[in-house]
């Protein structure tokens, strides 16, 4: 099997939740790669982000967690020659600790513009407990858990990213989808030109990939994936990568990539057609799970559902929840 097939493969288990979790290693060092002409991905098998350079600077989407920046996202960008102090744009898929986590400290030392969907700067914490969570943070009893969003330190309230916009820094545009997978959640997704060599293609990245909530939630994460894939189709995008490498099997693709001869195509254009199938996949096993939650089976469809700790992270808790 092909790498795209296997990969769409892979994706289908994974959404089905039927890989066993956990299915990456955090202490895994993925080297920062070049994978565009004008892409680079900084990142571990669990989260990453893509940083895009334009005429005018840099773009990043997503900044993994807090503890992420310095031991990963500065490094990395100075290996690949990218100056953390460009980041012009940040643009937040959605607010969990694992995407906004960096956002405050590019704020404050560069300061980069920080776009998140509107709902999701309505749960950033007032001036006065942002301050106070600076200040915890620096305690000496200090206990961090990266999951808690109490603790969070978030940047200052700056662009909201609206369904439709598009960003413009230079010679680069990304037009930004709203696609929310809960009621009332929010969440952004992004598509792109990339070059290889020249030749452009269309990336894109989904922002909210996992399936979560209740059945309410879910039917809405179908509606946004396909009027995500409307996108994908109109701008013809053939490339599709989560900033979950564990999501994609990306950090496999990249070894493919750094191991590219010459003339040989980048393994991280899959094809319109697969890029669409990608799509039809996270719709589909969003379905599954939900007829599973129907039959009051967890997601695996292994055995009664328990509420999970993913119904309550990713700063997507339901207000909804438990009606
Ligand atoms: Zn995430």
Known sequence: ????????????????????????????????????????????????CFIFKTSEGLIMVDSCFAHNVETILL????????????????????????????????????GTRIVVCENQWKRCPSP?????????????????????????????????????????LGDTQIQIVKTERMVGGGGLSYLATVYDHGTPHVWCTYGNTN????LEDMALYRDNVQRF?????????????????????????????????????NPFVFGKERVARFFDILDLSAAVIAMRRELDLNEAGSGPYVPGVMDFINGSINPNAGK
């Open 75 to 110: 490094p990395g960008m100075r290996e690949l020659g990218l100056d953390p102090a460009d980041v012009k744009y940040m643009l937040v898929t959605h607010t969990g600790p694992d995407h906004i986590g960096g956002a405050y400290y590019f704020q404050k030392h560069y």
């Open 128 to 168: 006065e407990e942002n301050e106070a969570r600076i200040r915890r943070a620096q305690e000496p009893d200090f206990q961090y858990n990266p999951f808690d969003m109490r603790s969070l330190i978030w940047p200052n309230q700056d662009m909201v990213g609206r369904d439709g916009d598009v960003i413009t």
């Open 229 to 265: 894939k409307e996108y994908v189709e109109r701008l013809g995008a053939d490339v599709v990568i989560s900033s979950h490498p564990f999501v994609d099997e990306s950090v496999k693709t990249m070894e493919q990539l750094r191991a590219r001869k010459e003339g040989e195509p």
């Open 211 to 214: 399936v979560v909530g209740n």
């Open 1 to 48: 099997m092909d790498g795209g097939a296997s990969i769409l493969k892979f994706v289908q288990m994974q959404q089905c939740k039927m890989n066993d979790k956990p299915t990456f290693d955090r202490e895994q060092v993925v080297p920062p790669i070049q994978l565009f002409d004008n892409l680079y991905f900084v990142g571990n098998p669990e989260v990453g």
